[in-house]
């Protein structure tokens, strides 16, 4: 059991209707058919949507959302259309509102991984593969592998659990010259955005995309990308594999989750607890240091 811990209500909003409510955004469609995305301040963690919001996150997803986008226009178009607010939306959606073509979704997570961590790293220590790829002996938590590899995950409802599956997989459900594609995008645009943060003392260790296709048949770049709720982020200067490594996304929430301290059982089916303020301000923190970093501008 999981899913919300307090399920919430989303705005009415007149000339939108309100098609979806996920972990953490809410879905709306304009009267001309785009659909419009509001990225709110929850959190989710292991399934759960958590009771406790980040003040200032949905902006620093929407905001490094975009900044992103600009930077990979060469290798695939992106769904945004406009980032200006719908008329009688409530203010605080401000910096929080992207307006977005409608696309056909495909229905599987484009992960692409440079290093060896999280599921990733359970199945290589149970089969020295990840999704039915061989890894060479010797693997720690935070390797750096050979090369990046695509290793795509079953999108799950809210509540449920992303399932990693082979390529063959994914070739099987969407076809074969599709599946190559996608893993082609999403390898390049792993490998761009690789280098770019590194440049800026920050290992992108893996990230997950979503795509869809637009009127046209091409194959667009949605949802939000290179965040820290969707990218696991390492300081370079602190890199060192055989550890947990210490992170600017929300690995410090699913830290504290397990820790002594928060008394929650991850195995039983109780919704996990609030926050407490202090997790809430330092979850704050690096979510801001990761945007600092990699965009080189002060938040404001």
């Not at 769904?79 to 401000?94: F, N």
């Not at 593969?129 to 290793?151: H, N, Q, R």
Request: proline share 8%; with cysteine.
């Amino acid at each position: 059991m999981s899913g919300f811990v307090e399920k919430p209500e989303a705005p009415q909003v007149p000339g939108l209707v309100h098609l979806h409510t996920g972990k953490v955004r809410e879905l709306y469609r304009n009267d001309a058919g785009d659909l419009v995305m509001v990225a709110t301040d929850r959190i989710s963690a292991y399934d759960w949507v958590l009771p406790t919001e980040i003040p200032d996150k949905g902006r620093v997803l929407t905001r490094l959302s975009q900044w992103w986008f600009d930077r990979l226009t060469d290798l695939v178009p992106n769904h945004v259309l406009s980032t200006e607010l719908p008329a009688g939306a409530p203010a605080d959606w401000a910096g929080r509102t992207l307006v977005c073509k409608s696309l056909r979704m495909i229905p599987v997570e484009a992960v692409a991984r440079g290093y060896l961590t999280g599921s990733g790293l359970t199945e290589y220590n149970a089969t020295r593969t990840v999704c039915g790829l061989a890894l060479p002996e010797g693997l720690s938590d935070g390797s750096e592998l050979p090369a990046p590899i695509f290793t795509p995950a079953t999108k799950a409802d809210v509540g449920d659990h992303d399932e990693n599956v082979p390529y063959e997989e994914v070739a099987r459900r969407i076809g074969a010259e599709p599946a190559a594609l996608l893993r082609q995008l999403t390898l390049a645009v792993y490998g761009r955005a690789r280098d770019i943060a590194r440049e800026r003392g920050i290992v992108l260790a893996d990230t997950k995309f979503e795509f869809g296709y637009d009127d046209a048949g091409r194959l667009v770049l949605a949802d939000e990308v290179l965040t820290p709720d969707s990218s696991r982020f390492w300081p370079v200067d602190q890199w060192q594999p055989g550890r947990a490594q210490p992170s600017y996304d929300k690995q410090y929430v699913r830290d504290w989750l397990t820790s002594p301290a928060s008394g929650w059982d991850r195995k039983s089916e109780q919704p996990p607890p609030p926050l407490p303020a202090e997790i809430v301000a330092a979850t704050r923190a690096k979510y801001l240091e990761a945007y600092e970093l990699l965009t080189g501008e002060t938040w404001s």
